[in-house]
C-alpha cells in the first residue's frame, strides 16, 4: 500500500489542480456529483443538463448515460454498476469513481461512504481512477480512510490524501 500512497503522491505533484486533471469535462463532473448526491442536490433539470452540455461537447460516456438514465427507474441500481464497469474497463477513469460511488453507497447517503461487501473493489476502483490521474479517485480513497471504511490505511493517511487534494488545488478535498 506504501507503493501506491507514492504513485498518489506523485499524481498530486505532476499535477497543478483538481480541476486541470479531471480527465472527465467538468460539466460532467458537476452533473454526476449532483447525480450521485455527492455533497450536492440538485433539481432533474440541471442533471438532464449538465449531461447534455457534455454529450454536445463531445464526451461519449456523457450520451451513453444520458440514454442509460432515460431507461432506469433507480440509478442505483445494478444495471447502472454494469454500466460505469463497462466504460471503467474502458480507461475512462471517471467511470471507475462513479462505480465506487455505487458499491459504497446508496441513495440516500448524501455522498457518505459505508461499509459493504464491496468495499476492497471500490478502492480498487478508487485506485485505478487515482494512478491514470483522476483527483476524484484520489479524493474517494482518502475518505474511506477518513471516515473509518477499511482497515487497509489508518484514517490518517485518509487525511493526509485529502490534505494533499486539497493543496492541489481540489476545493471539495479542502
Known amino acids: 500500500m506504501s507503493q501506491f500512497l507514492f504513485v498518489i503522491w506523485l499524481v498530486f505533484q ?26 450536492y442536490d440538485a433539481p432533474e433539470i440541471e442533471i438532464s443538463m449538465l449531461i447534455r452540455h457534455s454529450c454536445e461537447d463531445g464526451y ?29 474497463q474502458t480507461d475512462v477513469p471517471y467511470a471507475c469513481v462513479v462505480q465506487g460511488w455505487l458499491l459504497t453507497q446508496n441513495k440516500y447517503s448524501t455522498g457518505i461512504p459505508r461499509k459493504t461487501k464491496n468495499t476492497t473493489a471500490a478502492i480498487a476502483l478508487f485506485e485505478d481512477a487515482c494512478t491514470q490521474g483522476e483527483h476524484r479517485g484520489c479524493l474517494e480513497i482518502g475518505r474511506l480512510f477518513v471516515f473509518n471504511i477499511t482497515d487497509q490505511v489508518s484514517p490518517e493517511s485518509g487525511f493526509s490524501l485529502v490534505e494533499n487534494s486539497c493543496n492541489q488545488g481540489d476545493l471539495r478535498s479542502c
Not at 61 to 66: E, H, V
Not at 73 to 87: C, G, K, L, R
Request: net charge negative; with cysteine.
Open 60 to 88: 461519449e460516456l456523457a450520451c451513453d448515460w444520458k440514454k442509460a438514465r432515460s431507461k432506469e427507474t433507480d440509478i442505483w441500481s445494478e444495471n447502472s454498476i454494469d454500466f460505469f464497469a463497462t466504460w471503467c
Open 14 to 39: 505532476n499535477t497543478a489542480s483538481a480541476e486541470q486533471s479531471t480527465i472527465a469535462p467538468a460539466a460532467f463532473v458537476k452533473a454526476m456529483d449532483r447525480e450521485f448526491h455527492q455533497l
